[in-house]
């Protein structure tokens, strides 16, 4: 049972152009929403993060939207640069489930692989 | 650079083994995650520890063990290993239940 899934395996993107990452979720008990990047050989880097009384988080290049009726919230890099080629995770936890069994737990998406062209 | 350090980078054992991974989390930071990313399974959230105490379990085999330090430092201990078990490990640490921040990860692999 996949409660966070990331629908696009790959998504290849022009340089300067608006890349926009897509993430499913099925676990109405998640409050809060966090993307990852990660580069092969490293771990997963941090980029950004929304709670789930706001829909719209920005920070430079980056927004995260939430959209809490459809379970479904997004990524969108503005412009997009070659040095974003990565893997985007998309991932979930439940911070209000204080003292259950999975606090603290980040449920993760399959990831997208972003390559941004030149 | 997140300030999560883990060591072995790589690990190589055989079948039947026993394993020690080890991770150092931020400055500061009390709760340390592990994750175990394998091809077919994405990261998957293995156990949480919090200023040395166990608070959650995710899908962590009975052959795995974990515990946090006085210090805050933490081993994943991995035993009668299985060519299965063959993954990336990696350790995340937080001060708060929101941003976690991930180590390099350990590479093992089980022949």
């Known amino acids: 049972d996949q409660q966070v899934k990331q629908n696009s395996p790959s998504l290849s993107v022009q340089e300067g152009r608006i890349s926009i990452l897509n993430c499913d979720y099925t676990?109405?008990?998640?409050?809060?929403f966090l993307w990852y990047k990660k580069y092969p050989a490293e771990g997963p880097t941090f980029l950004i993060s929304?709670?789930?009384?706001?829909d719209k988080n920005e920070d430079g290049r980056f927004t995260v939207f939430l959209n809490k009726s459809a379970k479904h919230l997004s990524l969108h890099i503005v412009p997009s640069q070659p040095g974003d080629s990565a893997v985007y995770f998309c991932?979930?936890?439940?911070?209000?489930?204080?003292?259950?069994?999975?606090?603290?737990?980040?449920?993760f998406g399959q990831g997208t692989i972003l390559t941004v062209h030149p | 650079d997140s300030g999560v350090t883990q060591t072995p980078k790589h690990l190589i054992t055989a079948t039947g083994q026993r394993v020690t991974l080890r991770c150092s989390p931020r400055?500061?930071?009390?709760?340390v995650y592990w994750y175990q990313q394998s091809l077919d399974q994405g990261l998957q959230f293995l156990i949480h520890?919090?200023?040395?105490?166990?608070?959650a379990k995710g899908n962590i085999l009975e052959r795995f063990s974990a515990q946090q330090f006085p210090d805050l430092h933490s081993e994943l201990n991995l035993s009668s290993l299985e060519l299965g078990d063959s993954a990336l490990y990696f350790c995340?640490?937080?001060?708060?239940?929101?941003?976690?921040?991930f180590g390099p990860g350990t590479r093992l692999t089980v022949l």
């Open positions: 520890y919090y200023n040395g105490e166990e608070r």
């Open positions: 929304i709670s789930s009384i706001k």
């Open positions: 400055s500061g930071d009390l709760s």
């Open positions: 995340a640490s937080s001060l708060s239940l929101n941003e976690q921040f």
């Open positions: 991932a979930a936890s439940a911070r209000g489930n204080a003292g259950g069994t999975s606090y603290g737990k980040l449920t």
């Open positions: 676990n109405s008990m998640f409050d809060y």
